[in-house]
């Protein structure tokens, strides 16, 4: 069971806007930055999104994430077929068991 | 070109050891904190560890805690994972990272390298 709750699964149709949830606590979304990783069938993650809601160099202006509190979305416009992957939410956990990364389960993304 | 490339794994025996190497190219590795993310078979990411770029912060996930060691050798730009008393869930794709400055996240990842452990 991940500290971070994602959502198994999302879909849309092509040109279509999905958002896709991450849900934790205080002592991880609550008070560290969310980053989001996006994976391609077999291959290695790839950073989507850093510091809440900066994108990388290289990454289209159709992904947006946002954060509210212990929440975080990602926010994916016009959609395409190469979105289908899967997406995972990670953040710095710092409670009092100590400190970690903390991923989501991930949700497969799946372009219909 | 900004490279990383793992290296180290293979089959291995409950119990067994088995030490991970990851080569960093293509950007000045002592500069950089480093991550070892792990991936099980059918499953999601789960970090491994953490290693500040001058080696003075140290973590790792309760799973591998006193069983796993990372280590860095920035003369060499290399990262390990000394990986002891394996367990059958250990058995995943092992990935390094490198986490960018000003928190930029785990920015560069290698393309993994699998680890099995079974009898």
């Known amino acids: 069971q991940s500290v971070l709750t994602q959502p198994p699964s999302a879909s849309g149709t092509p040109g279509q806007r999905v958002t896709i949830s991450c849900s934790g606590s205080s002592s991880n979304i609550g008070s560290n930055y969310v980053y989001w990783y996006q994976q391609l069938p077999g291959t290695a993650p790839k950073l989507l999104i850093y510091?809440?809601?900066q994108r990388p160099s290289g990454v289209p202006d159709r992904f947006s994430g946002s954060k509210s509190g212990t929440s975080a979305s990602l926010a994916i416009s016009g959609l395409r077929s190469e979105d289908e992957a899967d997406y995972y939410c990670?953040?710095?956990?710092?409670?009092?068991?100590?400190?970690?990364?903390?991923f989501g389960g991930g949700t497969k993304l799946t372009v219909l | 070109e900004v490279q990383l490339v793992e290296s180290g794994g293979g089959l291995v025996k409950p119990g067994g050891s088995l030490r991970l190497s990851c080569a960093a190219s293509g950007f000045t590795f002592s500069s950089y904190s480093m991550n070892w993310v792990r991936q099980a078979p059918g499953k999601g990411l789960e970090w491994v560890s953490s290693i500040s770029s001058s080696s003075s912060y140290i973590y790792y996930a309760d799973s591998v805690k006193g069983r796993f060691t990372i280590s860095r050798d920035n003369a060499k730009n290399s990262l390990y994972l000394q990986m002891n008393s394996l367990r059958a869930e250990d058995t995943a794709v092992y990935y390094c990272?490198?986490?960018?400055?000003?928190?930029?996240?785990?920015?560069?990842w290698g393309q993994g390298t699998t680890v099995t452990v079974s009898s």
């Open positions: 510091r809440n809601n």
């Open positions: 990272a490198r986490y960018g400055s000003g928190e930029k996240g785990m920015d560069v």
């Open positions: 990670a953040a710095w956990d710092d409670s009092l068991s100590g400190l970690n990364w903390v």
